[in-house]
C-alpha cells in the first residue's frame, strides 16, 4: 500500500464510523423525545434530531464519496455526491442555528418564570 492508499482507507473508515455514531445519537434523541410530553422541551429535542439527521447524510455522502474513489467506474457517482457532501453540511450547518436561536428563546422563558417565580416569596 502505498502512502494514498492508506490515507484513503483512514478516510474511508473514519467517514463509516463517524456515520455510524450519527446515526445511533440520532435514533437515541428521537427515542428520548418519545418520552417527553408536549411542549418547548420536546421541540427543542426534535429541532436537535433534525439538525443531527442533516449533518448525517452529509457524513453518509461523504462516506460515499470516499468509498467511489478507490472505483474508477464509480467516478461520475464521487463528484455527485461529494455535492451532497457539502450542501448537507451547510444546510445542516444552518439548521443548527435556526435549532440554537429556538433553545436560546426557551431557555429565556424558563428564565423570566424563575424569575417572576422568585420575586412573588
Excluded: R
Amino acid at each position: 500500500m502505498t502512502g494514498v492508499e492508506i490515507w484513503l482507507f483512514i478516510a474511508q473508515a473514519s467517514s463509516i464510523i463517524t456515520f455510524l455514531i450519527g446515526l445511533f445519537a440520532f435514533v437515541s434523541l428521537i427515542k428520548a423525545s418519545l418520552h417527553l410530553d408536549e411542549g418547548g422541551y420536546k421541540s427543542m429535542f426534535i429541532a436537535l434530531s433534525g439538525t443531527i439527521l442533516l449533518i448525517v447524510i452529509g457524513v453518509a455522502s461523504m462516506a460515499l464519496y470516499h468509498l467511489s474513489e478507490s472505483f474508477d467506474k464509480l467516478a461520475e457517482l464521487g463528484e455527485i455526491v461529494e455535492l451532497g457532501w457539502y450542501i448537507f453540511i451547510f444546510v445542516g450547518l444552518c439548521y443548527s442555528m435556526y435549532a440554537s436561536y429556538h433553545m436560546i428563546n426557551y431557555n429565556k422563558k424558563i428564565l423570566k418564570f424563575n424569575v417572576k417565580k422568585s420575586k412573588k416569596k
